[in-house]
């Protein structure tokens, strides 16, 4: 250990001083993560000797990211701890510079570009959890290292190589349900600064998509992407608020027509289901800007008053030609070949009021399976699905939904793509095959 004494002139003392910070800096370690290759099997532990615990083993040749080396012991990464190895096993090979990931805003989309590890960490010595197939859209946490980003994995997560994505356009995959703890506020991004896109009760189940950020929870709401704020959501099998008691029942009305099902009676509101024509509806006898107060699974809710009747109205089933009244050709031929293909499927829908132009325009037919909710119902359903799949081309389907799912012509190499819940077994598409047409 050198010492400075007192004595030492200022000039003498400041190239002494000078001298020790060189070498300090020049001993300092790089900040570069370095990598080795073993030159056989070896075993890895918890701890740098042989009394510790084995972890693991490394094979002959195989490549492996260092952190330090001392008194004969390496410190690598291993899985997800850091672990140690024998040093006289390692050849070192180059320093690799630390990589620089670009950074990615959390709940956003990417698809993988080829077929692509999902590992445990961010690193290649991380264990694989799963491997992706080229195309795979995935919903990014936010979190990046090392030329590795984080992405959602159903109710896990998992990282990726950032190479092997790119940024694609769409609603991130829902990967579980939650129950609203207070009145939420729908935001349209997890910024502090944000547009109100609406409110939902105490109470509301919403979709998540797995990703957080600034203390805000990614929603699919109203098929988009929204964010909530996260500590006021809880897990459905959680005590649920206690819900409001529900106005009294003075009626019964009819649906004339395939009706949403409205969170309110504003212009603004969100579709929490459909019912076809004929469906009998509980009131409450309280209109409200032209929209009927209803009772609809155990809750308040609004419909089109004008659509109403006190009595049920004829329903045409589909087994003449009113059905077919205003479809355009190819719903004609997708109908009469279905009706020779399915006689046990009794009842069509063709064209209605809408919102989404398909049925006004008579490019749609729905397709209602009886006994949906039975084995063999769903049976039925798949059935009549696959079938307007394979037939596509010939009858000029453009797409099908069926069960919370659609699959496009144009997307045909994808299958069948997953949709979020829309509130209803009608809504959802679970008690009839929805089939649109090229006009």
């Not at 698809?111 to 795979?136: D, F, I, K, P």
Request: hydrophobic share 40%.
């Amino acid at each position: 250990m050198h010492v400075i004494r007192a004595g030492l002139r200022t000039g003498a003392r400041l190239l002494v001083c000078t001298a020790l910070l060189v070498g300090l800096v020049g001993t300092a370690p790089a900040s570069a993560v370095s990598t080795a290759t073993t030159t056989e099997a070896l075993n890895v532990r918890s701890g740098p000797g042989t009394t510790y615990r084995v972890l693991g083993t490394l094979r002959d040749g195989q490549r492996v990211t260092t952190l330090s080396t001392s008194g004969g012991w390496t410190r690598i990464e291993f899985r997800d701890a850091k672990a140690y190895v024998a040093a006289k096993y390692l050849r070192t090979t180059a320093a690799t510079p630390v990589v620089a990931t670009p950074s990615v805003a959390a709940g956003s989309l990417r698809a993988t570009t080829t077929a692509v590890n999902v590992r445990t960490g961010a690193g290649t010595s991380h264990a694989v959890l799963r491997v992706l197939a080229g195309g795979t859209r995935v919903t990014m946490t936010g979190r990046t290292a090392d030329g590795f980003a984080e992405v959602v994995l159903g109710s896990r997560k998992g990282w990726v190589a950032s190479t092997y994505l790119k940024a694609t356009t769409g609603v991130p995959a829902v990967v579980g349900t939650r129950v609203a703890t207070a009145a939420l506020d729908i935001r349209s991004t997890a910024a502090d600064e944000y547009t109100r896109i609406a409110e939902v009760k105490k109470g509301t189940k919403l979709s998540i998509t797995g990703a957080v950020a600034n203390g805000r929870a990614q929603v699919v709401y109203a098929k988009a992407a929204r964010w909530v704020t996260a500590k006021y959501l809880a897990a459905p099998t959680a005590d649920q608020p206690a819900v409001p008691g529900l106005p009294r029942v003075t009626g019964t009305r009819y649906a004339t027509a395939t009706l949403d099902i409205r969170s309110t009676s504003a212009d603004s509101y969100t579709a929490v289901g459909e019912v076809p024509r004929g469906t009998a509806l509980s009131i409450t006898g309280v209109v409200v800007d032209g929209r009927m107060q209803i009772i609809w699974n155990k809750a308040a809710r609004w419909v089109t008053a004008k659509y109403l009747a006190t009595s049920r109205p004829s329903v045409d089933n589909g087994a003449g030609a009113g059905v077919e009244r205003g479809l355009k050709p190819n719903a004609v031929k997708v109908h009469r070949a279905a009706r020779l293909q399915f006689p046990q499927i009794t009842t069509y829908y063709g064209v209605r009021a809408d919102s989404i132009p398909d049925h006004p325009s008579g490019r749609a037919l729905d397709l209602m399976i009886p006994s949906y909710t039975s084995s063999g119902g769903k049976a039925l359903g798949g059935e009549v699905a696959a079938w307007a799949r394979t037939n596509a081309r010939a009858l000029g389907i453009q797409y099908v939904i069926w069960n919370q799912r659609i699959w496009n012509i144009q997307r045909d190499k994808e299958g069948w793509r997953p949709m979020a819940d829309r509130g209803g077994d009608s809504a959802n598409h679970k008690n009839h095959v929805h089939i649109t047409v090229y006009g």
